[in-house]
């Protein structure tokens, strides 16, 4: 999962970002999936359908890790519940920061420390750079336990805006006036309404990814002044004032365009999936057909964020990148025309999946490091 956010991934859960975006995120632009119930019931016996046709599921709609939690509820509860949402999102946020701060820092390729020698599941010798449990304890050794929350006043902050927006949107088009997908529909019928409510997810997703995204990038310039050992991101106001001087209003949506890509196509990978392998592959003569559709879109949200998790390596570098931290100029890392170009340089090194995994990371073989 990456270190995006508005996110918890989006598969969560991002954040990672709800489910990264099933649950961050990811995740994190990142972003562990949260799982979610099928609204589908078995239909009475006099309308079972035939053991080689079943009828689809209904389907939840997918929700990044990295997006905000869920919408806040309506009526004279609304304000309570919303109130709520923001402060278990707070939550959740401030206990994962350590992981996020370290992906990064991973991210943008800083390693402090040498790798260890030590040997993979055929009893071949190996390089392993460290976990995520040293890493931290390295930051700690620098900047005290205080250190390992650098940056996360701006991402609390926007995730409470994500949240808020969120709740906001669902007040204006209130989702009650979708029609949810039923196990009595046709094929044609249940993919319409599938169809609907990710464009209604879709929408809500990228508009909370617009308005918190100039926060995102303060958070993770805050971050990564860990590698330089810089101050210039102190503040909200201070880093807002900077960016916008040097930058220009486009300075605070830099790595936006491959946070929504990554948003939308995690929403329509996963729903259609679920959706598909519930209506073909899930028969309903099955006992435990309700059971194995309730996981599906748990399940299918960890593969689709693992797939689209280089459109949050890709975002995060384009945060930091050229913005005159040293994590963002080279020998860290070439200065990017554009987001393409990032991808294409990331993908020649064999490098589109850094960061994605922060327990057993194995030098790759086109690292600076070799085998003594």
Known sequence: MGASDPEVAPWAPGGAAGMAGAGAGAGARGGAPAGVEARARDPPPAHRAHPRHPRPAAQPSARRMDGGPGGPGSGDNAPTTEALFVALGAGVTALSHPLLYVKLLIQVGHEPMPPTLGTNVLGRKVLYLPSFFTYAKYIVQVDGKIGLFRGLSPRLMSNALSTVTRGSMKKVFPPDEMEQVSNKDDMKTSLK????????????????????????????????????????????????????KEEGLL????????????????????????????AYLVDDSFSQALAIRSYTKFVMGIAVSMLTYPFLLVGDLMAV??????????????????WIHCWKYLSVQGQLFRGSSLLFRRVSSGSCFALE
Not at 193 to 201: G, I, M, P, R, W
Not at 228 to 239: F, I, M
Not at 257 to 278: E, M, Q, S
Request: include cysteine.
């Open 193 to 244: 309404k599938v169809v609907k409510e990710t464009s209604y997810e879709m929408m809500m997703q990228c508009v909370s990814r617009m308005l918190a995204h100039p926060l995102h990038v303060i958070s993770m310039r805050c971050m990564v002044q860990f590698v330089g050992r810089e101050a210039k991101y102190s503040g909200v106001l201070s880093s807002i004032g900077k960016i916008f």
């Open 251 to 278: 300075g605070f949506f830099v790595g936006l365009i491959p946070h929504l890509l990554g948003d939308v196509v995690f929403l329509w990978g996963c729903n259609l999936l679920a959706h598909f392998i519930n």
């Open 321 to 338: 990148n050229n913005c005159g931290l040293r994590a963002g100029l080279p020998p860290y890392s070439p200065v990017f025309k554009s």
